[in-house]
């Protein structure tokens, strides 16, 4: 029986498909623990594994961003990033860009030695490790330890082709285009990050462990062994010709429980009444960051109510709840978060900000989607669903609650049969199919 851990970095949306695939593991024969932040200890529990309380990074998300707590350097990075989402799509990716290095490799030295330390106390035979936890990456690569990459965005996190550059979308959708200096500017923030990344990574390896080889392009850094890819198969994928086709490459499809709970007594009587007031139902969710996003979130809502009087809303509305409780009504739920995989069996379309886990859950739900993307590898997601006929996209910056109410009415009166059998392949992968290919190629 193989000894595993799984290391996942303080944030909701990581954490959580991670000890899905830590509970697939389980299942499919290995021994299991997985590493994280103590708030993160349940998600263990739920998978039926052993937890192993490590931190690494001083950034964290338990859930709603505003309301965890970490440091004032970290909330402030949080705030600055927040605001630039309110000036467009490559406002937000510079600043992200230059909070790079403080919010993914802030302390590689201790991430290096607690590593050490925890094998040295429990040792594993391999690691599975989150392709943006960069310190914990070059730790093991310092260490030699064997690990696989768990990828849990956009595929083109992974950056192997020589031209691409983390943290500057492969594609992008066709509501949103910025402008060609605008782009310019990003490729120059990105490719100074990427050359810092590297140059660190390098002097790193060679002041801790000058016996390894150095670790070459830092981005580019993942397992030569096994990569889990949280994301559909797609033709169009970057480099699906080349490292795309490496049996070392797992597709999941989704990272979603078999045996997940239905959404309980309290949703159960949200949505009845709801169904009353207006038979269709929209899940609006913008994720645990951009839930702050309080402007988008009205924009959306009153969009969806006036566009389709035949349709209510239920709106996540993070630690904005109470600033849009006045949106609350017959055909309105608000709450501070939602049970989103148990609600999107029920409902019938979706509005999300293109983060991976919804778009990956929305298409294991059979739910189409309509893509708000603001940041990170939202644009590229955003560019997959509509290529794939999974969803339609507009741009947030400069929304209009016109432009949502129509947009939402073209996903609720579509057939959706592109959608169906995207459905199909994403229901036949899964994390227990990932989990014992995962273990054979670890064999």
Do not use: K
């Not at 350097?73 to 467009?88: M, S």
């Not at 990716?93 to 050490?116: C, G, I, S, T, Y």
């Not at 040792?123 to 696989?148: E, G, I, K, R």
């Not at 050359?195 to 080889?213: D, V």
């Amino acid at each position: 029986m193989p000894r595993v851990h799984v290391i996942a970095p303080p944030f909701r949306s990581h954490a959580q498909p991670l000890s899905v695939l830590a509970g697939a593991l389980r299942a499919a024969g290995a021994e299991v623990r997985f590493a994280c932040s103590e708030a993160f200890a349940p998600l263990a529990a739920a998978a039926g594994v052993g937890f192993t309380p490590l931190t690494v990074t001083r950034n964290a998300n338990t859930g709603i961003a505003r309301r965890t707590v970490q440091g004032g350097a970290e909330a402030a990075r949080l705030e600055e990033f927040l605001h630039a989402t309110r000036a467009g799509a490559v406002p937000a990716l510079l600043v992200q860009a230059r909070h790079r290095r403080a919010d993914m490799l802030a302390e590689p030295d201790r991430v290096l030695a607690e590593l050490r330390a925890l094998h040295a106390r429990r040792p594993a035979d391999w690691y599975v490790v989150d392709q943006l936890s960069y310190a914990v990456t070059l730790a093991l690569h310092c260490l030699d330890l064997p690990f696989a990459t768990f990828c849990p965005g956009h595929p083109s996190y992974l950056a192997h082709s020589p031209g691409a550059l983390f943290g500057v979308p492969h594609a992008w959708p066709r509501a949103v285009r910025p402008a060609p200096a605008d782009l310019v500017a990003l490729r120059e923030e990105a490719g100074a990050n990427d050359a810092a990344f590297t140059a660190l990574f390098t002097e790193f390896t060679a002041r801790h462990t000058p016996h390894r080889p150095a670790p070459g392009r830092a981005f580019a850094l993942s397992s030569p062994h096994a990569v889990v890819l949280n994301y559909p198969r797609f033709d169009w994928l970057p480099g699906l010709s080349g490292a795309g086709r490496d049996p070392r490459f797992v597709f999941s499809g989704h990272c979603t429980r078999a045996d997940a709970a239905g959404p309980g007594p309290f949703w159960e009587a949200e949505l009845s009444r709801l169904r009353r007031a207006g038979p269709r139902v929209v899940l609006v969710a913008l994720g645990t960051f951009l839930s702050a996003r309080e402007d988008v979130l009205e924009t959306v809502t009153r969009g969806v109510l006036d566009g389709r009087p035949d349709t209510s809303v239920i709106l996540a509305a993070g630690d904005r709840a109470g600033a849009l409780a006045h949106l609350a009504g017959p055909r309105t739920a608000v709450a501070e978060s939602v049970p989103q995989q148990a609600l999107l069996a029920r409902v019938d379309a979706m509005v999300h900000h293109g983060g991976n886990n919804s778009f990956t859950e929305c298409l294991a739900a059979r739910v189409p989607a309509l893509v708000l993307p603001f940041s990170s590898d939202q644009f590229a997601i955003a560019h997959d669903a509509e290529r794939a006929g999974a969803g339609l996209c507009l741009d947030p910056h400069g929304l209009r609650a016109a432009e949502v109410g129509e947009a939402v009415s073209a996903l609720l009166d579509a057939p959706h049969h592109a959608l169906a059998g995207l459905t199909r392949q994403v229901r036949a992968l899964g994390p227990a199919r990932a989990a014992r290919r995962l273990l054979a190629l670890m064999a």
